[in-house]
């Protein structure tokens, strides 16, 4: 149940994070095209496309952790026993949900004092809490994840998601 729970929403997230990545790309093209041949760019394309691909990434990550597609160095533990690597895949996997839960909290506080300030990007005014708030999810979602995965290569299951 958990396993489906964390599979459906990672791959929900990783659709919306997708779905941001194209808008990006799309209003990028118009810009560009824009700029090239009208003379008229996109007014504010630049903070449009940071917020957006911060935000993808991290509704992406909850689906790279899922199919364990994060870069691992086994060069030292490939001679080890599958048990072996499974006790250190799992810290590895715990170290990752730890540092996603600092970096949730922390981007959420981040978010509570901009919005606090008022602090608005420099070209459109947008918001910047906006921003803070919407890594928060997927670095949520990505801890869960790897928590899970962790506690099943503990219990020796290698079957991951």
Known sequence: ????????????FALAGSFIALLVAAMSVYSIIGRAFLSKPLFGDVEITQMGI???ISLCLPWCQLH??????????QS?????RQIL?????????AMCVLLA????????AVSGASETSMILGLPM????????PG????????????????????ELI
């Open 1 to 12: 149940m958990i396993q489906g729970i964390l599979t459906s929403a990672s791959r929900w």
């Open 54 to 56: 911060a935000a993808s």
């Open 105 to 112: 909290w922390r981007t959420t506080m981040g978010a509570i």
């Open 89 to 97: 895949d799992s810290v590895g996997a715990f170290l990752l949900a």
């Open 80 to 84: 080890t026993s599958v048990r072996t």
């Open 129 to 136: 809490w906006w921003a803070y708030a919407s890594l928060a």
């Open 139 to 158: 670095l949520l979602l990505s801890a869960l994840v790897a928590v899970w995965q962790a506690s099943l290569l503990l219990i020796g299951q290698d």
């Open 68 to 77: 364990r597609g994060n870069i691992l160095v086994d060069f030292f533990t």
